[in-house]
């Protein structure tokens, strides 16, 4: 059977839940109809909700419609739980967004719609409440295609030409169509669909089941079954628990089959699945299996998280809804906040967005909350579950910072034995895009794993500004630079070293405070526009009147979280109850006030002592603090920001692009080597020198009368080190490694056509499970991957080492340690940037001696004529001679 996961989304008493009971009615999955105000809805299955009579928690019920089974996952419409409705967004495949026909698209209708949007999910409308008096569907048209899509498009009527003509605008294939056979198949429709070029709106009565069964079979018609691949794949959204207190975790599959007893990881735990469970409702049936596109429960797993993807599926990015509140979470008396948070942790594994934390300095829990309905409902739940009864404060704004300007933040961390230093560039970032984390550093400078591991403690951690402590955001941070210990570091230094150097960047930059901003809409009477555009100017917002529909007049703009937040009784007031306001969250803007409320928080970043923002070195055996202001005095790595000024400055030439790849010299690699290997030999033996191309080509030859011995040169190349080194290499490993391997090849084959030596170029195969050594010719090169469990590295060293006294062997690397041991083993050392010189010095030679040697000629037109050709023409010449 044909499977589909549907989403159905609204603006709270829209008329969502009656949809629900409506379509599963119409289905035979129910035989009678539930009413939320009857407290029987199929759907309403807490009693808080039934209480309530609206949706807290999202949930899914399961029926058929011909040969399609469908999973409906009915999500909460009140915003203070906008962010379980996000969540469900993820493993959706169709949404439906209920709109009521008596108020037509209202705010946060904008805000569901905005969000399939990012989500890119295919959407369903119905317009509900049509019976209601003074309902249009003309007006309500135009509105859906003004304010949400052009693509809103009526299928009341379908196989018109009216119905066509309007298909026909939304995408240049079907326009084609139907000017060619003045129709436009249904397949078509249902690509237009799915990529979201057409939204199919209905309109009906779903408490008087008018238009549902319509609605139902455009469904049906129009959706396209999606395919899945054989390998495993799930999309964790949702934590919850049963009566018994069983922890759930749902999940959609997204490939393959799960079965009981399976083992799931995400790379981090791994555990077992004790039983599956297809909830319908409230009731569930335990399966052995489950198959792609199933929405299912599992219980044994007590790590998993919602957003995580399992197998091929990758984890969802960061929520775009957040709570903007945070309250302190006031226990009773003789309750213990160390009891009591383990406790409060499980609630926070159900909604994430929670944040329940624990402030040592105030002493007190906090959370994060979307609002006051939210709070009633985490009160209720607490009781329920725990017996404790707790309040909450009056509640204080989530501000945040940002930065205005690039700095290069530094971090070190080298207590004895201990050993990191870590360079970050931050830079400010677009308004909404949050955090990004990248590295642009070479491998050379930094392995690949110190990297990762630097990458993941800077996304572990929720990072504080340094003026409210507040957290940070609209930030771009890269990795640029760091240092590590071949002995001494560990990966806690790197840890430590990265927590630093973000602070000390922060320090060291001009922050900006943040405060959260709503945008609006406010619907009041045309008398009392004046007052409301006065409030909002006040509250340092801007608006503007966007309509007026007889005696009532809308306005709409953004303005302060913080002046907003009881602006809705006030509105109720002045206006007796003719006025609604509606808000959503538009982002965070500079702050209006930004010197008062700092002063407020009194916030020290420089006493914050989980938060240090100076670095810890080493001298004489002990370690000491610097100040974040004097850590660029004392670091060990070079300033990247500097660096790359002093490149800017210098003239063109083959160094320009190549920056300093090694912290040791070769002069420093011959005295370690000296004074450790050599120590109690006598004088040591001149080392072998690498000659440049100059020296090589025009170095003198000496008559000697015996026959010198012929020794094979060998060059070895680091494969993966040189790509990474190389700026027009390293640029394509992203997108297209293959691609920058390929190109490796063919520029030392070519420089083999010109050195004439033996080349051989190793990369890495060691974590390619059973394999064997592999050894490919390309042209006049040869090409070696490891076996498993052997690096390129490794390889290398024993090549040099076996075969250094039979052959002249040069190796190309810029790995530091490697070095060392290239140079302990008596063969000649090329760095990535000294081999691209070479290359193209060996080049540029070849090229002029191509041009000084090649002859000078000159064609004449005689030259390319026939015998016969050529008389003709001396007899013309003889014939006007004559003359």
Same mark, same amino acid.
């Given at each position: 059977?044909?499977?589909?996961?549907?989403?159905?989304?609204?603006?709270?008493?829209?008329?969502?839940?009656?949809?629900?009971?409506?379509?599963?009615?119409?289905?035979?999955?129910?035989?009678?109809?539930?009413?939320?105000?009857?407290?029987?809805?199929?759907?309403?299955?807490?009693?808080?909700?039934?209480?309530?009579?609206?949706?807290?928690?999202?949930?899914?019920?399961?029926?058929?419609?011909?040969?399609?089974?469908?999973?409906?996952?009915?999500?909460?419409?009140?915003?203070?739980?906008?962010?379980?409705?996000?969540?469900?967004?993820?493993?959706?495949? %169709?949404?439906?967004?209920?709109?009521?026909?008596?108020?037509?698209?209202?705010?946060?209708?904008?805000?569901?719609?905005?969000?399939?949007?990012?989500?890119?999910?295919?959407?369903?409308?119905?317009?509900?409440?049509?019976?209601?008096?003074?309902?249009?569907?003309?007006?309500?048209?135009?509105?859906?295609?003004?304010?949400?899509?052009?693509?809103?498009?009526?299928?009341?009527?379908?196989?018109?030409?009216?119905?066509?003509?309007?298909?026909?605008?939304?995408?240049?294939?079907?326009?084609?169509?139907?000017?060619?056979?003045?129709?436009?198949?249904?397949?078509?429709?249902?690509?237009?669909?799915?990529?979201?070029?057409?939204?199919?709106?209905?309109?009906?009565?779903?408490?008087?089941?008018?238009?549902?069964?319509?609605?139902?079979?455009?469904?049906?018609?129009?959706?396209?079954?999606?395919?899945?691949?054989?390998?495993?794949?799930?999309?964790?959204?949702?934590?919850?628990?049963?009566?018994?207190?069983?922890?759930?975790?749902?999940?959609?599959?997204?490939?393959?089959?799960?079965?009981?007893?399976?083992?799931?990881?995400?790379?981090?735990?791994?555990?077992?699945?004790?039983?599956?469970?297809?909830?319908?409702?409230?009731?569930?049936?335990?399966?052995? +299996?489950?198959?792609?596109?199933?929405?299912?429960?599992?219980?044994?797993?007590?790590?998993?998280?919602?957003?995580?993807?399992?197998?091929?599926?990758?984890?969802?990015?960061?929520?775009?809804?957040?709570?903007?509140?945070?309250?302190?979470?006031?226990?009773?008396?003789?309750?213990?906040?160390?009891?009591?948070?383990?406790?409060?942790?499980?609630?926070?594994?159900?909604?994430?967005?929670?944040?329940?934390?624990?402030?040592?300095?105030?002493?007190?829990?906090?959370?994060?909350?979307?609002?006051?309905?939210?709070?009633?409902?985490?009160?209720?739940?607490?009781?329920?579950?725990?017996?404790?009864?707790?309040?909450?404060?009056?509640?204080?704004?989530?501000?945040?910072?940002?930065?205005?300007?690039?700095?290069?933040?530094?971090?070190?961390?080298?207590?004895?034995?201990?050993?990191?230093?870590?360079?970050?560039?931050?830079?400010?970032?677009?308004?909404?895009?949050?955090?990004?984390?990248?590295?642009?550093?070479?491998?050379?400078?930094?392995?690949?794993?110190?990297?990762?591991?630097?990458?993941?403690?800077?996304? +572990?951690?929720?990072?504080?500004?340094?003026?409210?402590?507040?957290?940070?955001?609209?930030?771009?941070?890269?990795?640029?630079?760091?240092?590590?210990?071949?002995?001494?570091?560990?990966?806690?230094?790197?840890?430590?070293?990265?927590?630093?150097?973000?602070?000390?960047?922060?320090?060291?930059?001009?922050?900006?405070?943040?405060?959260? %901003?709503?945008?609006?809409?406010?619907?009041?009477?045309?008398?009392?526009?004046?007052?409301?555009?006065?409030?909002?100017?006040?509250?340092?917002?801007?608006?503007?009147?966007?309509?007026?529909?007889?005696?009532?007049?809308?306005?709409?703009?953004?303005?302060?979280?913080?002046?907003?937040?009881? %602006?809705?009784?006030?509105?109720?007031?002045?206006?007796?109850?003719?006025?609604?306001?509606?808000?959503?969250?538009?982002?965070?803007?500079?702050?209006?006030?930004?010197?008062?409320?700092?002063?407020?928080?009194?916030?020290?970043?420089?006493?914050?002592?989980?938060?240090?923002?100076g670095s810890v070195f080493c001298a004489h055996g002990a370690g000491f603090l610097v100040a974040w202001d004097a850590v660029k005095d004392y670091m060990q790595v070079e300033s990247y920001l500097q660096k790359k000024d002093d490149l800017s400055e210098e003239t063109a030439s083959n160094l320009a692009s190549y920056t300093a790849e090694r912290w040791i010299s070769l002069a420093e690699i011959d005295q370690i080597i000296n004074n450790t290997f050599y120590a109690n030999q006598g004088k040591k033996s001149g080392w072998k020198s690498r000659k440049t191309v100059h020296e090589r080509v025009y170095e003198p030859v000496s008559n000697v009368s015996r026959e010198q011995e012929i020794i094979v040169?060998?060059?070895?190349?680091?494969?993966?080190?040189?790509?990474?080194?190389?700026?027009?290499?390293?640029?394509?490993?992203?997108?297209?490694?293959?691609?920058?391997?390929?190109?490796?090849?063919?520029?030392?084959?070519?420089?083999?056509g010109i050195r004439e030596c033996q080349i051989i170029i190793v990369f890495d195969a060691y974590r390619v499970q059973g394999h064997f050594e592999e050894v490919i010719n390309y042209h006049n090169v040869q090409m070696v991957y490891t076996r498993e469990a052997q690096t390129a590295d490794q390889y290398i060293e024993k090549f040099a080492h076996d075969h250094q006294k039979h052959y002249n062997i040069t190796v190309a690397t810029s790995d530091g340690l490697q070095q060392l041991i290239i140079r302990g083993a008596g063969c000649a050392l090329l760095s990535a940037r000294e081999l691209k010189v070479e290359i193209d010095g060996a080049n540029e030679k070849m090229k002029r001696k191509y041009q000084?040697?090649?002859?000078?000629?000159?064609?004449?037109?005689?030259?390319?004529?026939?015998?016969?050709?050529?008389?003709?023409?001396?007899?013309?010449?003889?014939?006007?001679?004559?003359?």
């Amino acid at each position: 059977m044909e499977k589909i996961v549907l989403g159905i989304l609204a603006h709270v008493d829209a008329g969502k839940t009656t949809l629900s009971e409506s379509l599963l009615f119409l289905s035979g999955k129910i035989g009678r109809l539930g009413r939320v105000d009857n407290k029987d809805a199929y759907l309403d299955t807490y009693e808080l909700e039934r209480a309530r009579g609206i949706t807290i928690f999202s949930k899914q019920a399961i029926f058929e419609i011909g040969e399609t089974q469908i999973t409906l996952l009915d999500t909460p419409g009140h915003v203070d739980f906008s962010a379980d409705m996000e969540r469900t967004l993820q493993v959706l495949d %169709y949404a439906i967004l209920v709109i009521s026909g008596a108020d037509g698209v209202q705010g946060h209708t904008k805000t569901l719609w905005r969000l399939l949007h990012t989500y890119q999910i295919p959407v369903f409308l119905f317009v509900n409440k049509m019976d209601r008096k003074g309902t249009d569907k003309d007006t309500l048209m135009k509105a859906l295609k003004k304010q949400l899509d052009d693509g809103c498009i009526e299928f009341g009527d379908v196989e018109t030409d009216d119905f066509y003509d309007q298909l026909a605008m939304c995408e240049e294939i079907m326009l084609e169509t139907f000017l060619e056979t003045g129709d436009i198949e249904t397949s078509q429709i249902k690509r237009a669909v799915a990529e979201r070029k057409v939204f199919p709106c209905f309109f009906g009565s779903a408490l008087k089941l008018e238009g549902v069964e319509a609605f139902m079979q455009g469904i049906v018609n129009y959706v396209m079954i999606p395919s899945y691949p054989a390998e495993f794949g799930a999309k964790l959204f949702k934590i919850a628990r049963d009566e018994q207190g069983n922890r759930l975790t749902y999940m959609k599959l997204t490939g393959g089959r799960l079965k009981v007893k399976d083992v799931l990881t995400d790379g981090i735990w791994k555990e077992k699945v004790n039983q599956i469970r297809i909830y319908s409702g409230q009731k569930f049936e335990a399966v052995n +299996e489950a198959e792609a596109g199933s929405v299912c429960a599992v219980t044994g797993l007590s790590q998993s998280r919602p957003g995580e993807g399992l197998g091929i599926e990758e984890a969802s990015d960061t929520p775009i809804l957040e709570p903007i509140l945070f309250y302190e979470i006031i226990l009773p008396e003789g309750c213990d906040p160390k009891v009591m948070l383990p406790k409060l942790r499980q609630i926070e594994e159900e909604a994430p967005e929670l944040h329940i934390v624990w402030d040592q300095q105030l002493q007190e829990i906090q959370a994060r909350i979307m609002g006051e309905v939210q709070i009633e409902i985490l009160q209720s739940l607490i009781q329920s579950r725990f017996g404790v009864e707790v309040t909450f404060d009056a509640g204080r704004i989530v501000y945040k910072e940002t930065i205005a300007n690039v700095v290069e933040g530094v971090g070190h961390f080298e207590p004895l034995r201990h050993y990191a230093e870590v360079h970050l560039l931050l830079e400010p970032g677009e308004p909404g895009s949050g955090l990004q984390f990248g590295a642009e550093c070479s491998e050379d400078v930094l392995g690949k794993s110190w990297q990762k591991l630097i990458l993941s403690h800077l996304e +572990e951690k929720a990072h504080k500004g340094v003026l409210t402590g507040s957290g940070i955001t609209d930030m771009k941070i890269t990795l640029v630079s760091g240092r590590a210990h071949n002995k001494h570091t560990e990966g806690g230094d790197f840890r430590e070293a990265t927590y630093r150097a973000v602070r000390q960047g922060l320090k060291e930059a001009e922050s900006i405070l943040l405060e959260p %901003y709503y945008a609006f809409e406010l619907e009041l009477p045309v008398q009392m526009v004046g007052r409301a555009m006065t409030d909002l100017e006040k509250m340092h917002g801007t608006c503007e009147l966007s309509q007026i529909n007889g005696v009532l007049a809308v306005l709409v703009g953004s303005a302060p979280v913080v002046a907003m937040r009881n %602006y809705q009784q006030e509105v109720v007031a002045y206006t007796k109850g003719l006025g609604r306001l509606f808000s959503s969250l538009k982002g965070y803007e500079p702050c209006q006030n930004a010197e008062e409320v700092i002063e407020k928080f009194s916030y020290d970043s420089e006493r914050d002592l989980e938060n240090p923002t100076g670095s810890v070195f080493c001298a004489h055996g002990a370690g000491f603090l610097v100040a974040w202001d004097a850590v660029k005095d004392y670091m060990q790595v070079e300033s990247y920001l500097q660096k790359k000024d002093d490149l800017s400055e210098e003239t063109a030439s083959n160094l320009a692009s190549y920056t300093a790849e090694r912290w040791i010299s070769l002069a420093e690699i011959d005295q370690i080597i000296n004074n450790t290997f050599y120590a109690n030999q006598g004088k040591k033996s001149g080392w072998k020198s690498r000659k440049t191309v100059h020296e090589r080509v025009y170095e003198p030859v000496s008559n000697v009368s015996r026959e010198q011995e012929i020794i094979v040169e060998y060059l070895l190349v680091d494969g993966y080190n040189i790509i990474h080194a190389w700026p027009e290499l390293n640029e394509l490993v992203d997108d297209n490694m293959e691609g920058a391997r390929m190109k490796l090849l063919d520029t030392l084959s070519n420089y083999q056509g010109i050195r004439e030596c033996q080349i051989i170029i190793v990369f890495d195969a060691y974590r390619v499970q059973g394999h064997f050594e592999e050894v490919i010719n390309y042209h006049n090169v040869q090409m070696v991957y490891t076996r498993e469990a052997q690096t390129a590295d490794q390889y290398i060293e024993k090549f040099a080492h076996d075969h250094q006294k039979h052959y002249n062997i040069t190796v190309a690397t810029s790995d530091g340690l490697q070095q060392l041991i290239i140079r302990g083993a008596g063969c000649a050392l090329l760095s990535a940037r000294e081999l691209k010189v070479e290359i193209d010095g060996a080049n540029e030679k070849m090229k002029r001696k191509y041009q000084e040697t090649k002859e000078i000629e000159r064609n004449y037109l005689a030259d390319a004529l026939s015998p016969d050709a050529k008389q003709q023409v001396k007899d013309i010449v003889n014939k006007v001679n004559d003359r």
